[in-house]
């Protein structure tokens, strides 16, 4: 996705492989920048799986007051990547 087609306003969410991740992720990026504050981890099972090894681990990030800023984007997006996942909007 090109952040050109990203609305500001849009919550963004790190997808990522397992819970273990997810929660390093939500505890690296609110140590990095507080204002996002607690962030979401919740559980993403694929459609039509029930088994719990087959889910994907999110972290809801709301956007800021003044929106998204490539430079913000881009610092979700390598995050994501550190842990094996990559961000979507949501």
């Given at each position: 996705?090109?952040?050109?087609?990203?609305?500001?306003?849009?919550?963004?969410?790190?997808?990522?492989?397992?819970?273990?991740?997810?929660?390093?992720?939500?505890?690296?990026?609110?140590?990095?920048?507080?204002?996002?504050?607690?962030?979401?981890?919740?559980?993403?099972?694929?459609?039509?799986?029930?088994?719990?090894?087959?889910?994907q681990?999110?972290?809801?990030?709301?956007?800021?007051?003044?929106?998204?800023?490539?430079?913000?984007?881009?610092e979700?997006?390598?995050?994501a990547?550190?842990?094996?996942?990559?961000?979507?909007?949501?």
């Amino acid at each position: 996705m090109n952040d050109n087609d990203i609305d500001l306003h849009t919550r963004q969410l790190l997808v990522l492989p397992d819970r273990d991740a997810a929660d390093e992720a939500a505890e690296n990026l609110a140590a990095r920048r507080p204002p996002f504050g607690d962030l979401d981890v919740v559980r993403d099972a694929l459609a039509g799986e029930d088994d719990a090894e087959d889910a994907q681990w999110l972290v809801v990030v709301e956007p800021p007051e003044s929106g998204w800023t490539t430079g913000l984007l881009a610092e979700l997006d390598a995050l994501a990547i550190e842990y094996e996942g990559w961000r979507e909007e949501g």
